[in-house]
């Protein structure tokens, strides 16, 4: 009977194990090989910039605009995240062109493909942006246009991700109650269809209070309103949301095994 197979490699881990990957090549196909290293590389690169966005963000709140170190960690920061988003809007361009689970609301799926193509312009046209601070790209009005429009896209991109979220706890909230109906006056929490439903909501609720913060950070960087949105706030509610990324992108906790 064949050892089941024991990896060494671990998500948050800082380096790739080279046994792992002969273990991986005796037990597996190369295009599985392939897939497990994207995905490895891409959790990586997505959770270096959520931790280089709470300390961009996190500059912001203490720098509140005043020139100073904290002001210059903010724009160092902000440089060097834009290196890990190189490409980035790929996956959104393939989730646009990606089909949608069949039985999914209409509205939340025109809502879904315009979250995706917003998005997906959003990152592009960031690029140009790094360009221009880099030297590469030498037009600066050009550039600070390209950025506005790239900020409004991602504002625009939160707006839709708010009410999709708000669309999927309304969904969810419906089929939590006829679960309670069905199950009278046993124990819901005992019950593994409605604890699902209940993790499900709890997850689109945090989503959408860090798209609501997310909307909020956009409006500042575009100084749609000054006087409420000062560097100060946008920075506290930049951080609280890149908290709420990393929050995210945490490994599930392994389930309990019933008796």
Request: hydrophobic letters at 40%; glycine letters at 6%; one cysteine or more.
């Amino acid at each position: 009977m064949s050892q089941p197979v024991r990896l060494r490699f671990k998500p948050n881990s800082n380096s790739l194990n080279l046994d792992d990957l002969k273990i991986l090549s005796n037990y597996c196909s190369y295009s599985y090989i392939e897939n497990w290293l994207i995905c490895a590389l891409n959790w990586r690169t997505e959770a270096r910039d959520k931790i280089c966005r709470a300390i961009q963000y996190g500059s912001k709140y203490l720098s509140n605009g005043e020139p100073g170190t904290a002001q210059n960690v903010d724009k160092a920061t902000s440089l060097a995240r834009k290196v890990f988003r190189l490409f980035k809007f790929v996956n959104d361009l393939h989730a646009l062109i990606s089909p949608t689970p069949q039985g999914t609301p209409f509205p939340i799926v025109a809502l879904g493909k315009s979250k995706n193509a917003l998005m997906s312009t959003f990152l592009f046209l960031d690029q140009f942006v790094w360009l221009q601070r880099t030297g590469i790209y030498k037009n600066k009005e050009g550039a600070e246009l390209i950025g506005k429009v790239s900020l409004y896209c991602w504002m625009a991109g939160s707006t839709c991700t708010s009410l999709i979220e708000v669309a999927e706890l309304g969904r969810l909230s419906a089929s939590m109650k006829k679960i309670e109906k069905k199950l009278n006056n046993t124990d819901k929490y005992q019950n593994q269809e409605y604890l699902l439903k209940l993790k499900k909501a709890n997850d689109s609720t945090l989503a959408l209070v860090k798209a609501v913060m997310d909307l909020g950070v956009a409006a500042g960087l575009l100084q749609l309103a000054p006087n409420k949105l000062t560097p100060r706030v946008v920075g506290g509610l930049g951080f609280l949301s890149s908290l709420i990324s990393c929050y995210q992108l945490l490994p599930s906790p392994p389930k309990t095994k019933t008796p």
